[in-house]
């Protein structure tokens, strides 16, 4: 037991230093370095802003915000899926000159891009607190809704970076059903809106049931929906679970089938 703890250990002080290593030489390649970070999603949120704000003015209120809080949400599982879907992939190289627990690679990933994600998450904030909206006791409830969009996160990571090796030609499709899962995931428009008829399949999408959480935390100060949000949190972790033996089911497997 003690052995397996001191293992353990030791490739969790890896998982943090290449997370770490990762997001320093990101900020290295580009000129800003670690202002692109800030730069890049304020430019994005102006965008918005401008484009249905000042230009549009389609007389639907408070549109801006709701938009950017499904944007902001959205962007995170999106960058998340469409870069692990390659990690273990990618790591072909790696996995040539030393032996390392191959679902090490999309827990690096998620984490990078989940640090990234906070500085867009505070920049939100930021703004939201300008337009007018303010702290409520219901701010209490966005680390779980955050928590539990983590664990429904890397459940879909640890699959996808589980079978693209054997089917890499899927990396592709992964952008193409994003795409799909967008318009259909609320970002954009109101869950009321939708017909009737349509409703149960509508909320049966956990990222509609996670983004609609993020409003009503932060923008109508509500407690969010916590049983939906149960449910998608012990769903996440079976996934994890399933996940995790998937790729330590093909450990071996993978730098045979990726020469």
């Not at 998340?80 to 390392?100: D, K, N, P, R, W």
């Not at 259909?184 to 959480?213: F, T």
Request: aromatic residues 18%.
């Amino acid at each position: 037991m003690t052995q397996k703890l001191d293992t353990l250990f030791r490739y969790s002080e890896l998982i943090i230093y290449k997370t770490y290593a990762d997001l320093k030489a990101e900020t290295e390649r580009t000129y800003l370095g670690f202002l692109w970070w800030i730069f890049e999603p304020l430019l994005y949120m102006s965008v918005f802003y401008v484009f249905f704000e000042l230009l549009l003015k389609q007389g639907t209120p408070n549109y801006v915000p709701f938009l950017l809080i499904g944007l902001t949400a959205w962007q995170w599982l999106k960058s998340c899926l469409s870069h692990g879907a390659e990690t273990i992939l990618g790591a072909y190289g790696l996995m040539q000159q030393v032996f390392l627990p191959k679902v090490m690679f999309p827990i690096i990933l998620v984490l990078t891009d989940t640090v990234k994600f906070f500085f867009i998450l505070a920049l939100l904030l930021i703004f939201l607190w300008g337009y007018g909206y303010s702290v409520g006791i219901t701010y209490l409830a966005l680390p779980v809704v955050l928590i539990v969009q983590l664990l429904f996160t890397m459940a879909l990571v640890f699959f996808l970076a589980a079978i693209v090796p054997f089917l890499p030609d899927l990396r592709f499709v992964v952008e193409n059903i994003l795409l799909a899962l967008f318009f259909m995931s609320g970002v954009m428009i109101r869950g009321d809106i939708v017909p009737e008829a349509y409703q149960q399949y509508y909320y049966s999408n956990p990222i509609v049931i996670i983004i609609e959480s993020y409003r009503d935390i932060l923008m109508y100060n509500v407690w969010p929906n916590g049983s939906a949000l149960l449910i998608i949190g012990i769903i996440s972790l079976i996934g994890i679970w399933l996940g995790t033996r998937l790729i330590a089911r093909f450990e071996y497997i993978y730098p045979k089938i990726m020469v």
